[in-house]
């Protein structure tokens, strides 16, 4: 069980008794909430996901630290990292107006980045062979703005999915939902709760964000509804939107044996 359900049912001070008694008392509610274990080999594709993030993030690191050395030296090089490193190798061929010893250390960085570049490319390779080899994922990756990254990151989180009723349940357990807080009769919406998997939250928004020019272009119940919110919306809004939509969306294909009940949604190239 999650501990915040159990919290409600600790009385008075906190003690070890009192904990187990509390964890005993809510264990035999009907509606209580459990958390499903995770098999191993969702354990051993969530250690994956966690390695390659970590390089990731160590990536963006050194390519910032890379345009610092040089913009305190007056050269100034493009964000993307596409052009950063066309730019950066124009730069290590002509000569630079920077001491010997910044350029070694700038040579040391670019070299460090290219490793890191080629363990990532590694996990990619492997998760992309993890998404051919495996039905549920492959029926995920067939939905745009999932591919291979998010249908292995909601398997090794969600697993079958056996844990949720609907698919409102897993945009909710993903903090994608408006936090509620109704009293008197009047409900109020707040700003999405961000609760849950913090990673894969972001890796669906992400998702989002690069798939809603493709749902723009669509004629589908998606696109039509993807329009319409942008009309009236700001971009992130409808970004966010659209990620608690593919939650939903994805949710029957990570079930054991579920068929795709939204196929007008999209067209994907093998159903």
């Not at 509390?22 to 594709?45: G, H, S, Y």
């Amino acid at each position: 069980m999650s501990p915040e359900y159990v919290q409600p049912y600790v009385k008075a001070q906190k003690t070890d008794d009192r904990d187990a008694e509390a964890i005993a008392e809510a264990a035999t509610r009907p509606t209580m909430r459990l958390v499903t274990l995770k098999t191993e080999v969702q354990l051993d594709l969530q250690v994956l996901h966690r390695a390659r993030q970590r390089l990731v993030t160590s990536r963006t690191r050194l390519t910032n630290q890379l345009r610092a050395v040089l913009l305190e030296r007056g050269i100034i090089l493009p964000k993307r990292r596409a052009s950063l490193v066309q730019r950066l190798n124009e730069l290590m061929d002509a000569e630079l107006p920077i001491s010997d010893r910044a350029v070694r250390l700038l040579i040391d960085l670019r070299d460090e980045w290219a490793r890191m570049d080629r363990r990532i490319k590694t996990y990619d390779d492997e998760l992309a062979a993890l998404t051919r080899d495996d039905d549920q994922a492959r029926r995920l990756a067939t939905i745009p703005g999932i591919g291979v990254i998010n249908a292995t990151a909601l398997l090794a989180a969600v697993g079958d999915a056996s844990a949720f009723t609907k698919g409102r349940d897993l945009a909710a357990w993903l903090g994608l939902t408006p936090r509620q807080h109704s009293t008197g009769g009047k409900t109020r919406m707040l700003g999405i709760s961000k609760r849950g998997n913090k990673y894969l939250r972001v890796q669906l928004i992400h998702g989002a964000r690069a798939a809603m020019a493709h749902f723009t272009r669509q004629t589908t119940p998606t696109g039509d509804w993807v329009r319409r919110l942008v009309a009236r919306a700001h971009p992130n809004v409808v970004v966010v939107a659209l990620a608690a939509k593919l939650a939903r969306i994805a949710w029957p294909c990570c079930g054991m044996g579920v068929v795709l009940i939204v196929r007008r949604s999209w067209q994907p190239d093998q159903e």
